[in-house]
């Protein structure tokens, strides 16, 4: 039977670990530019009519669409909000 050293172990442990930390990070960039996209399109200040033309050339899909439309509309208060906040 082959004896195995506790180098041998901490080796392949500092190697699992340092596979998880990479496939991490590698996930966390890639969920922030599948999904990243929805926020700084809001943020760089596109107007509804810009959202609307990006959506008639082919270059969002109509649900890239609807998440952009319902972003940019939920970044301002409804009225009934706004009355909650006056009122309190």
């Keep these: ?11 392949w442990c500092v190697v699992l670990v340092a596979l998880i930390v ?3 990070v590698g ?11 929805t926020s700084s399109a809001v943020e760089d200040g596109l107007t509804l009519q810009q ?6 050339a082919g270059e969002i899909s109509e ?4 998440a952009l439309r319902r972003a940019m509309i939920d970044r301002f208060p409804t009225s009934k909000q ?7």
């Excluded at 706004?82 to 309190?88: F, I, P, T």
């Design 1 to 11: 039977m082959a004896k195995t050293g506790s180098g041998d172990v901490l080796f």
């Design 22 to 24: 990479v496939l991490g």
């Design 27 to 37: 996930l966390w960039f890639l969920r922030r530019s599948i999904w990243g996209t």
């Design 51 to 56: 959202l609307r033309e990006l959506r008639d």
């Design 63 to 66: 649900a890239e669409f609807q």
């Design 82 to 88: 706004q009355g909650a906040e006056n009122a309190g």
